[in-house]
């Protein structure tokens, strides 16, 4: 009776800690992206501030553009969806799920600190919730 308690007990833990829907990141995983955010918004925020580049230009090529003297910067993002957000000579760069659906990691370029975990908020999706306006100094 007891071997039996232990093997459910055991089965239930393994399939409800293994079981994840691709909305619960794992805490780890999200910290090092979160890091690793921080070093490329800020680079998008220097071409944006200072590169002057077309206002037309998609987000993949301003993020090429902004990476182009470090690539590896994008390297952490290859299984997410990157968005940027240009407003005022400054910029947001927002994570997504692969599918783009989730909001994951947002932050502002002008800020040292990473702004927005997403992640941790039920039901983010992958929409802008920052404003550069109002978080960097004319």
Same mark, same amino acid.
């Given at each position: 009776?007891?071997?039996?308690?232990?093997?459910?007990?055991?089965?239930?833990?393994? @399939?409800?800690?293994?079981?994840?829907?691709?909305?619960?990141?794992?805490?780890?995983?999200?910290?090092?992206?979160?890091?690793?955010?921080?070093?490329?918004?800020?680079?998008?925020?220097?071409?944006?501030?200072?590169?002057?580049?077309?206002?037309?230009?998609?987000?993949?090529?301003?993020?090429?553009?902004? @990476?182009? /003297?470090?690539?590896?910067?994008? @390297?952490?993002?290859?299984?997410?969806?990157?968005?940027?957000?240009?407003?005022?000579? /400054?910029?947001?760069?927002?994570?997504?799920?692969?599918?783009?659906?989730?909001?994951?990691?947002?932050?502002?370029?002008? @800020?040292?600190?990473?702004?927005? /975990?997403?992640?941790?908020?039920?039901?983010?999706?992958?929409?802008?919730?920052?404003?550069?306006?109002?978080?960097?100094?004319?």
């Amino acid at each position: 009776m007891l071997k039996r308690i232990v093997l459910l007990a055991s089965l239930f833990i393994l @399939t409800t800690g293994c079981a994840t829907d691709g909305s619960t990141k794992n805490p780890d995983e999200m910290y090092i992206t979160a890091s690793a955010l921080t070093k490329l918004s800020a680079s998008v925020e220097s071409t944006v501030r200072y590169k002057n580049p077309p206002e037309n230009i998609s987000d993949e090529e301003l993020l090429q553009l902004a @990476t182009e /003297h470090d690539p590896s910067l994008m @390297t952490p993002f290859s299984g997410y969806t990157v968005r940027v957000l240009r407003e005022d000579r /400054h910029a947001v760069v927002l994570v997504c799920s692969k599918d783009g659906i989730l909001g994951l990691l947002e932050d502002i370029g002008c @800020t040292a600190a990473m702004d927005k /975990h997403l992640w941790q908020v039920e039901g983010s999706d992958c929409n802008f919730t920052l404003s550069p306006s109002n978080a960097c100094a004319p």
